[in-house]
């Protein structure tokens, strides 16, 4: 019996990850290493895209112009059973 190994990728019709194009041969080596390395780096760009455009956002929207009560808020203390 042969078993046939497929990433869900493949099976979904995405290109090979692999040089070869067989998606069951793993990379290994300082291939593999690099290809992290790369993964950690565009996802760190991704993060770093993202937070800087909520806080251009956030900016762009300006401060809230709020007012405090000049009155202090009255409250009751509850009784002690």
């Given at each position: 019996m042969q078993r046939v190994l497929i990433s869900a990728a493949r099976c979904y019709g995405a290109p090979a990850l692999t040089p070869s194009g067989d998606p069951g041969v793993p990379r290994t080596g300082t291939a593999a290493l690099r290809e992290a390395a790369l993964r950690a780096l565009t996802a760190a760009a991704v993060g770093l895209a993202a937070a800087f455009a909520l806080v251009l956002t956030l900016t762009a929207a300006?401060?809230?112009?709020?007012?405090?009560?000049?009155?202090?808020?009255?409250?009751?203390?509850?009784?002690?059973?």
């Open positions: 300006g401060a809230p112009s709020g007012t405090t009560s000049p009155k202090p808020l009255l409250t009751t203390v509850p009784k002690h059973p």
